[in-house]
């Protein structure tokens, strides 16, 4: 059956899946830095559980992600260090990020998320490669679904123009 066999983890991995994996472990890195940072600047509970819940999905796809390049032997993205946890009180009001520019952030990072999960899939070779990142998409998609409702909730939600008319000819 040559390399592409049925052991999925013995099979090589395509540049396509090395670089998608090391761009992904290197994004979550950073933007779980930034979220720590969010997080500080937050003063909603419920946009805090989300950005607990956004960091926690990132980690838990890095545990999954990082042995894969380590079997293979690639070297692994830079990391920031993790933020310290600060209080709200003590951020300047006019350096602080405030809650709807968080969760428009967090909202726009959970769609390009989704779009290069896609893209992983549709790249790899190693159907254990692609079940994962379907597994990645599928949290991104419930992330983003709570995301909306949260928006619309707090009235964060800015819509474009909306088109009621209607031309029924």
């Given at each position: 059956m040559g390399i592409l066999g049925r052991n999925q983890k013995a099979e090589p991995l395509n540049y396509g899946e090395v670089f998608t994996i090391w761009t992904n472990i290197g994004t979550n890195h950073g933007l779980i830095a930034a979220y720590q940072t969010f997080y500080n600047h937050t003063g909603d509970a419920d946009l805090r559980k989300l950005i607990e819940e956004a960091i926690t999905m990132m980690e838990?796809?890095?545990k999954q992600l990082i042995p894969v390049l380590k079997t293979n032997g690639i070297g692994l993205p830079p990391a920031p260090p993790e933020r310290?946890?600060?209080q709200l009180e003590?951020?300047?009001a006019g350096a602080r990020f405030n809650d709807p520019e968080i969760s428009a952030a967090l909202s726009m990072d959970t769609v390009k998320g989704l779009m290069a999960c896609s893209t992983a899939m549709g790249l790899c070779t190693?159907?254990?490669i692609a079940m994962m990142y379907g597994q990645f998409h599928y949290s991104k998609a419930q992330l983003g679904a709570k995301l909306l409702r949260l928006n619309k909730s707090k009235g964060w939600l800015v819509p474009p123009p909306l088109h009621t008319q209607m031309n029924l000819q």
């Open positions: 838990e796809e890095n310290p946890i600060a003590h951020i300047p190693r159907e254990d």
